[in-house]
T-cell receptor, first 110, second 116 residues
Framework: TQLLEQSPQFLSIQEGENLTVYCNSS?????LQWYRQEPGEGPVLLVT?????EVKKLKRLTFQFGDARKDSSLHITAAQPGDTGLYLC??????????FGTGTRLKVLA | EAGVAQSPRYKIIEKRQSVAFWCNPI?????LYWYQQILGQGPKLLIQ????????DSQLPKDRFSAERLKGVDSTLKIQPAKLEDSAVYLC??????????????FGAGTRLSVL
């Protein structure tokens, strides 16, 4: 069974701080996606990484795919209250099939 | 472009009752997914359709859950009979697969089910 473990599970930080969220598995994935979900809404895609070692930046968010395509990280620089939400990684485990991680709930305090 | 529509938004039922959820995907999206998301956890794939055919239903509890996608468009997910542990948000998503880097799942807002 393919599993994606995220850490930390919860994170509460002050505005302006930096943070990193990790997504780890023992399985290899064809691609890995990061989503953000706000209360009462469905997840919204932030980024897709495909190549081992790939780094993508989206404003203050930096995403990295591990060389072996088994893990990924999300780094947020100078967090803002608008970054608050549930962050989910999802690995492509088959034809169009995705396995979601356990989730990291982030709260950024003003 | 209209998003993924789901209804109802909320449903409260007693255990052993039946319930059905409806999903209307984005027009032209061939792939449709149903996920179960228990509070505070990541979504778990229940079933995946490609047009009107089932691609993966390995995690669907088939003794009580059923799903169909008639004509490759709308889809319904049914639970009969419901158990307390079925309390969760049921998310529908659709996608138009282009390639690994460009596949985007668009999610509906979900149906929050409470089983009492």
């Amino acid at each position: 069974t393919q599993l994606l473990e995220q850490s930390p599970q919860f994170l509460s930080i002050q505005e302006g701080e930096n943070l990193t969220v990790y997504c780890n598995s023992s399985s290899v994935f064809s691609s890995l996606q990061w989503y953000r979900q706000e209360p009462g809404e469905g997840p919204v895609l932030l980024v897709t990484v495909v190549t081992g070692g790939e780094v993508k930046k989206l404003k203050r968010l930096t995403f990295q795919f591990g060389d072996a395509r088994k893990d990924s990280s999300l780094h947020i620089t100078a967090a803002q209250p608008g970054d608050t939400g549930l962050y989910l990684c999802a690995g492509e485990a088959g034809t169009y099939k995705y396995i979601f991680g356990t989730g990291t709930r982030l709260k950024v305090l003003a | 472009e209209a998003g993924v529509a789901q209804s109802p938004r909320y449903k409260i039922i007693e255990k052993r009752q039946s319930v059905a959820f409806w999903c209307n995907p984005i027009s032209g999206h061939a792939t449709l997914y149903w996920y179960q998301q228990i509070l505070g956890q990541g979504p778990k794939l229940l079933i995946q359709f490609q047009n009107n055919g089932v691609v993966d239903d390995s995690q669907l509890p088939k003794d009580r859950f059923s799903a169909e996608r008639l004509k490759g468009v709308d889809s319904t997910l049914k639970i009969q009979p419901a158990k307390l542990e079925d309390s969760a948000v049921y998310l529908c998503a659709s996608s138009l697969y282009i390639n690994l880097a460009k596949n985007i799942q668009y999610f509906g807002a979900g149906t929050r089910l409470s089983v009492l």
